[in-house]
Structure formats: C-alpha cells, structure tokens
C-alpha cells in the first residue's frame, strides 16, 4: 500500500492510545504511524489525562506535549485533571487549534496556570468546561470569594477575558463564581454549576441577570454540576 492509504487505513482504525500497537508490526508502518497527525490528535482527544504531580502524572504531560507536537495543525480536543504549568508552557504555542477544553480540578494550585492560558486567549475554542473538587478544600469555593466578588477583581486567579479572544466559544460550563468572567456574546449554551456558600449564592443571584444580558444568542441554560 501507498504511505499515503496506510495512513488512512491507520487513523480509520483508531480505537484508543492501545492503538498505537501497531507502529511495531514494522520500520514502515512505525515510519507512517508517527508521520500521520490524525492519529496524534485523535489518541489526545478520546481521554482524560489525570496530570497530577506523582510520577504517572509527569508521564502523562509528556506524553500530551508529544501528541501535541505530532498532531501538526489538527484541531485539538482536550481533557484534563488538573493544570500544571508544564502543560501550560508546552500548551502555549498551540492555544489556536484548541476547540475543546475541559480541566476538573481536585484542589486550587494549578488553577492560576489555567487562568494565564485564558488570558492569552483561544481564539478557536468552542466548548470550554471548568470543574472544581468540592471535597478537596477548593477556597474558590469559599467566603473569600464572595468578597473577591464583592472588591475589584485583583483577588481572583483570572483578568478580565476578552470575548474577542474567544469569537468560537459557544458552550460553557463553569462554577457559578467564574461565569461573570465568561458572559460573551458567542454563547449559546450555558451550564452554572452550583456554589455552596450561602454568601456566594446571594451574589451570584445579582450578577446573573445582568452576566446572562451579555448573551444574546443563549439557547439553553442550566444550573447544574
């Protein structure tokens, strides 16, 4: 078969990162397999990479920032469990291509690595989902916050976005304390995940309707984890 057919062959059999099995059946097919982006793109966008800082967690962003590398100019889709500044870094120069980004975080120390790719902007990214570990002492989820609302936003791990580093963005999921940041005008769907504090929930009650008139192409709206 012609380079160009086993490729095709390749990324039409794609299953999963087990996949890659077949780059040792030979030179050639190895020789095809790392050549070919759509397999890159496609074995970083079928799973969630826990990117924690214990020993599989560093493998793992090597492994990401390969795929990355290798995925030439694919679009990327990417699912993550934390956001540590090493993936940030290798991340930084390939921002354009994302159009998928989800991050669960289990406690707050990669949360401002995350803030800094936001800044910079996405201006590809179409779907974006932030989750926070409610059981894992997130101070985002705190009484501090409220007041971080309530003052200038100096205290909050993000600046002010710019919707036109967003033009993309059409669905969003974010806990409720962050969606004030992410009220642009490109959105159609909208889930607030839910907030417990009590003096988190009585402010975010005020800014909403004013955050959700920034949105004048919503479709639908959910107030759910």
């Given at each position: 078969?012609?380079?160009?057919?086993?490729?095709?062959?390749?990324?039409?059999?794609?299953?999963?990162?087990?996949?890659?099995?077949?780059?040792?059946?030979?030179?050639?097919?190895?020789?095809?397999?790392?050549?070919?982006?759509?397999?890159?793109?496609d074995a970083?966008?079928?799973?969630?990479?826990?990117?924690?800082?214990?020993?599989?967690?560093?493998?793992?962003?090597?492994?990401?920032?390969?795929s990355?590398?290798?995925?030439?100019?694919?679009?990327?889709?990417?699912?993550?469990?934390?956001?540590?500044?090493?993936?940030?870094?290798?991340?930084?120069?390939?921002?354009?291509?994302?159009?998928?980004?989800?991050?669960?975080?289990?406690d707050?120390?990669?949360?401002?690595?995350?803030?800094?790719?936001?800044?910079?902007?996405?201006?590809?990214?179409?779907d974006?989902?932030?989750?926070?570990d409610?059981?894992?002492?997130?101070?985002?989820?705190?009484?501090?916050?409220?007041?971080?609302?309530?003052?200038?936003?100096?205290?909050?791990?993000?600046?002010?976005?710019?919707?036109?580093?967003?033009?993309?963005?059409?669905?969003?999921?974010?806990?409720?304390i962050?969606?004030?940041?992410f009220?642009?005008?490109?959105?159609?769907?909208?889930?607030?995940?839910?907030?417990?504090?009590?003096?988190?929930?009585?402010i975010?009650?005020?800014e909403?309707?004013?955050?959700?008139?920034?949105?004048?192409?919503?479709?639908?709206?959910?107030m759910?984890?």
């Amino acid at each position: 078969l012609p380079n160009e057919i086993l490729s095709m062959v390749l990324s039409l059999a794609w299953e999963g990162r087990t996949s890659f099995r077949v780059a040792h059946v030979c030179q050639r097919w190895r020789e095809v397999a790392l050549d070919t982006p759509q397999l890159w793109s496609d074995a970083i966008s079928q799973e969630t990479f826990v990117l924690d800082r214990r020993y599989r967690g560093r493998k793992r962003v090597e492994y990401v920032l390969t795929s990355v590398e290798r995925s030439a100019q694919r679009r990327l889709r990417l699912d993550f469990t934390d956001f540590p500044i090493r993936i940030f870094d290798g991340l930084q120069s390939h921002l354009p291509r994302i159009v998928k980004l989800h991050v669960h975080f289990l406690d707050d120390c990669c949360f401002p690595t995350l803030g800094k790719a936001l800044e910079i902007g996405m201006p590809s990214l179409e779907d974006l989902k932030i989750t926070l570990d409610m059981d894992g002492g997130s101070v985002i989820a705190d009484e501090n916050w409220a007041d971080a609302l309530e003052e200038p936003r100096n205290m909050s791990p993000i600046s002010d976005l710019s919707p036109t580093s967003f033009p993309h963005l059409r669905t969003l999921s974010v806990p409720g304390i962050l969606f004030p940041y992410f009220a642009f005008p490109s959105l159609e769907h909208i889930n607030i995940q839910p907030i417990g504090a009590s003096k988190l929930t009585r402010i975010l009650s005020l800014e909403l309707k004013e955050s959700l008139s920034m949105s004048p192409r919503l479709k639908t709206l959910n107030m759910t984890k």
